[in-house]
């Protein structure tokens, strides 16, 4: 006689001895139940979508309480996909998501957080339980946690110093400027602690290469709308659609140069075309000089991996540039946009009024910068305080303009002095060089297509938020910090590889 040894292989008995219906039917039936209840309730008001987001989000809980990563896979997709800034002129079904966006400002309930801020908080505790409630694990720090830590800490310290500056500290204002930081830092340690297989990699690529191929779409949609107007819009994209869309084209770049090859490269190869012209489409000065700088940096790297390789795509990428200039030098439109945009770096002149506005507007702030910079050289103005204006400027439409400033690589200076610009560059380097240095040791093209990815964002994240306000937006700096985490996974990897290797007798 067999007798069961668990509760799920048992039947339950009541005294009466009928038996206890198993959990799996019980759990069916609910689910027929509110199935049903959600189809009457779609029915009854006239199929109101709507009705389908708190089953949406249910699924969603339960799926990241059972298991984490997905919570992963949700938020880095919806950091690419969504949009943080709704675009003027023009409204894409996708900039209504309000995803970015406190919950409080648009429903109801008191909750001053965001949907992303939610689902890392979320993923953080499921995270928590599992690994502190089972297995009583350690947080894993990772190869670039300390240079995370110490990012986010000059927040915590220009907060300090802001509200020590007195009662022109604003609060939200404060918050605004802090968000982004934090988010950076909870995607790395959420990303370093759940990714503990290849196949977890693989599926954050896919995603990055799929979701950005939507936004290429949607550029050139934009694009199109754009051109029935009866005016001229400033932009058609995003600002930081760009990094997303250079950084995949640098991931093809990356595949030809180290000899990768697989069913997402293929795909890579040949969406292409599609994310060259959505490059150029865009009319972003920055997303093209940062896509030239980026690939400078990939073929650096690639002359320790892969010299014969690299000499080879230089020289033709030499000849390319050279009939490039010689076939759009007089030319207009966008394919003669990179061109625009290597003449505005040494000539003003040759770029349009816009640009010129815009150039002179940034050239001000620059002026204000330095002005803050001598007044306060130590502490800055701390977080949540306006920085000192010398000459002033006409208003923008960015309503955080006399807090954040365009150049965002002096604007850690501005908030909490050399300390919060050298905890910018301590990160930034770090994730350079060990970056790099995986690069160079890997053996694998597959795992050395994965480091790749945080060093061509960080490049790319650099230049944009050179002249751009690229580490206010919550979107690249998920991103940022995902890849960041998946790298560390690679290091810790290749780290353990090392040391039992080592350790391995005669």
């Avoid at 309730?41 to 006239?46: K, L």
């Avoid at 699924?59 to 880095?76: E, K, M, N, R």
């Avoid at 000089?289 to 790297?301: D, G, S, T």
Wanted: charged share 15%.
């Amino acid at each position: 006689m067999i007798v069961p040894t668990s509760a799920s292989a048992a039947t339950t008995r009541r005294p009466g001895g009928s038996a206890a219906p198993p959990r799996t039917v019980i759990f069916g039936a609910i689910s027929l139940l509110c199935a049903a209840a959600y189809a009457f309730a779609i029915v009854a008001s006239g199929g109101d979508v709507m009705l389908l987001l708190p089953l949406a989000g249910a699924i969603v809980v339960l799926g990241i309480c059972a298991y984490p990563t997905l919570g992963l896979f949700v938020l880095f997709a919806s950091a690419i996909l969504f949009e943080q800034v709704r675009l003027s002129g023009i409204e894409p079904p996708i900039t209504e998501t309000k995803f970015f966006v406190n919950i409080n400002a648009y429903t109801p309930l008191p909750i001053r957080l965001s949907i992303p801020d939610l689902l890392m908080l979320l993923t953080g505790v499921a995270l928590a339980a599992r690994r502190f409630g089972a297995t009583h694990q350690r947080l894993r720090m990772g190869a670039f946690g300390w240079a995370v830590l110490g990012y986010v800490g000059v927040f915590v310290l220009g907060t300090v110093i802001g509200v020590a500056r007195g009662a022109s500290w604003n609060a939200d204002v404060a918050l605004t400027e802090s968000r982004a930081p934090v988010q950076l830092a909870l995607a790395y340690f959420l990303t370093a602690n759940l990714v503990r297989e290849h196949r977890q990699l693989s599926v954050f690529l896919w995603l990055f290469v799929l979701v950005s191929a939507v936004k290429a779409v949607q550029i050139l949609g934009n694009g199109q709308a754009a051109a029935d107007l009866s005016y001229t819009l400033r932009t058609i994209s995003s600002h930081e659609d760009v990094i997303f869309i250079g950084a995949a084209i640098a991931l093809a770049l990356v595949a030809v140069l180290v000899g990768h090859r697989s069913r997402l490269v293929f795909v890579l190869f040949a969406l292409q075309p599609l994310f060259v012209v959505a490059e150029f489409v865009a009319y972003r000065r920055v997303g093209l000089i940062a896509l030239a700088v980026m690939c400078l940096v990939i073929m650096l790297m690639a002359l320790f991996t892969r010299p014969r390789r690299a000499a080879v795509l230089g020289a033709l990428a030499c000849v390319g540039l050279g009939l490039y200039l010689l076939i759009f030098w007089d030319a207009t439109g966008p394919a003669a946009e990179p061109l625009r945009a290597m003449r505005s770096v040494v000539d003003a002149s040759a770029t349009s009024l816009v640009d010129q506005a815009s150039n002179a507007f940034r050239d001000t702030e620059h002026e204000n910068i330095g002005y803050t910079i001598r007044e306060l050289p130590l502490t800055g103005v701390g977080v949540g305080q306006r920085y000192l204006f010398e000459r002033d400027v006409a208003d923008i439409s960015f309503p955080y303009w006399r807090f954040i400033t365009h150049d965002a690589l002096l604007w850690l200076w501005l908030k909490a002095g050399p300390l919060g610009a050298f905890a910018l560059w301590f990160l930034v380097a770090r994730a350079v060089l060990v970056g790099s240095d995986l690069f160079r040791r890997l053996s694998a093209p597959a795992l050395q297509w994965v480091v790749a990815l945080p060093v061509t964002l960080v490049v790319l994240q650099v230049v944009f938020s050179s002249v751009d306000l690229g580490l206010t937006y919550s979107r690249t700096m998920i991103v940022l910090g995902t890849s960041l985490g998946l790298a560390a996974f690679v290091a810790e990897e290749q780290q353990t590889k090392t040391t039992s290797a080592s350790q391995w007798p005669d």
